[in-house]
């Protein structure tokens, strides 16, 4: 499985000057190559999310689980 390599900010598909590679450490198989983002990049994300934690902190587990699952899609 490999999960999803794009960053995601405020609904939109943001990318970096460069990507990480995770590697799995059992195995020493690719995980996922991530876009790494710069400082304003960064920035933009951690607003993002800050504003989007009171909405999401009331979502319903049930609800969270689906939106987390199309990451794997």
Request: glycine share 2%; no cysteine.
């Amino acid at each position: 499985m490999k999960l999803q390599t794009r960053s995601i900010v405020a609904n939109r598909d943001v990318e970096g000057p460069h990507s990480i590679t995770s590697i799995n450490p059992a195995t020493e198989e690719e995980f996922a190559t991530v876009s790494a983002l710069d400082q304003a990049g960064a920035a933009e994300a951690v607003k993002a999310a800050r504003d989007a934690f009171p909405e999401w902190s009331n979502t319903p587990v049930e609800e969270r689980q689906k939106i987390l699952a199309r990451w794997l899609e």
